[in-house]
């Protein structure tokens, strides 16, 4: 079974900047696109940013220019650095791994912009 864990995620003012970290274990990292979704209360899951095994990145047009995905294959795990952060990015982000047809999500972390 897909293991995702997400970490880095907490409370920093609008302008901040976080880095989340996502491990997966029981995979084969270097074959699945990876990519970070979030959800905010009351709205639905919206993606935030994709890579693909080629390191082709795909990014929300809400977070272009302020977000950075990337993977590290020798420690399994997908980063998303977010800076210039704001209010609006408040919500659970999850990370996402995806081989075909096959999905799977972390937890969630919570990010929450707020002065």
């Known amino acids: 079974q897909v293991q995702l864990v997400e970490s880095g995620g907490g409370l920093v003012q609008p302008g901040g900047s976080l880095r989340l970290s996502c491990e997966a274990s029981?995979?084969?990292?270097?074959?699945?696109?990876m990519g970070w979704y979030r959800q905010a209360p009351g709205k639905q899951r919206e993606l935030v940013a994709t890579?693909?095994?080629?390191?082709?990145?795909v990014y929300a047009d809400s977070v272009k220019g302020r977000v950075t995905i990337s993977r590290d294959s020798a420690k399994n795990t997908v980063y998303l650095q977010m800076n210039t952060l704001k209010p609006e990015d408040t919500a659970v982000y999850y990370c996402?791994?995806?081989?075909?047809?096959?999905?799977?999500w972390g937890q969630g972390t919570q990010v929450t912009v707020s002065s």
């Open positions: 996402n791994g995806r081989l075909g047809a096959l999905t799977s």
């Open positions: 029981r995979i084969i990292f270097s074959m699945y696109t």
């Open positions: 890579i693909t095994t080629g390191d082709s990145t």
